[in-house]
């Protein structure tokens, strides 16, 4: 069972980019792996390093400036997670530190994918996340805190109120996942399975 997600706390790190897709977020270079652990060094790769030939951080980036070290919230722009399926843009999120997404909107695979794997996701209106941009950039390095269970996300001295599909803030407030989910029907999956046998002994007379 997977770490139970009430609420988090945490540094908010803004990237002002709409359109972020998913080879953005991890390069198909560092596809190699099946493994979901070891993909936070690839995490935005092309961003993070630049044109250096020497893995030298580009410091223009958010990411490489000394207030978003250690950041685990994200606040995008519109359609975040576009592009290919690729669930490794999941992984390398959270192999960084990442627990939340904050954007207007973002591609349905990417939505699926980031829940399937613990990955809050939280869509506010576009005048709440240019508030919340404004908050960040008089504050850089501040805050924010999420409330799972009341759907509150917190900065500054504001409150703003998000909605979730009911099934996945579930499985995140108890955390389960699929495999989970399927072991608390096993005993009608196994007295399913028990009437395999008589149903195909009835084809057969039949």
Not at 40 to 59: H, I, K, M, P
Not at 121 to 130: F, M
Not at 142 to 148: F, M, P, S, W
Request: hydrophobic share 40%; glycine share 4%; charged share 20%.
């Amino acid at each position: 069972m997977l770490k139970k997600f009430i609420s988090h706390t945490g540094i908010i790190a803004p990237l002002d980019i709409s359109n972020v897709d998913t080879d953005a977020i991890i390069p198909k270079q560092f596809l190699q792996k099946i493994d979901k652990t070891g993909f936070a060094e690839s995490l935005f790769y092309n961003w993070r390093f630049g044109n250096s030939q020497e893995n030298t951080l580009d410091t223009n980036f958010v990411l490489n400036k000394p207030h978003y070290f250690q950041s685990s919230i994200l606040i995008a722009r519109n359609n975040f997670g576009c592009g290919s399926s690729r669930e490794h843009a999941v992984w390398a999120l959270l192999d960084y530190g990442f627990r939340v997404i904050i954007a207007p909107n973002f591609a349905d695979i990417f939505y699926n994918n980031s829940f399937n794997n613990h990955l809050l996701l939280i869509t506010l209106p576009e005048c709440e996340i240019n508030d919340i941009f404004n908050i960040i950039y008089k504050n850089p390095g501040i805050q924010a805190t999420i409330n799972l269970k009341k759907n509150e996300f917190i900065i500054y001295d504001k409150k703003y109120i998000f909605t979730i599909d009911d099934f996945y803030r579930s499985c995140l407030l108890q955390g389960l996942d699929n495999i989970d989910l399927t072991l608390k029907h096993s005993d009608r999956i196994i007295q399913y399975e028990k009437q395999i046998p008589k149903f195909y002994q009835l084809k057969a007379i039949l």
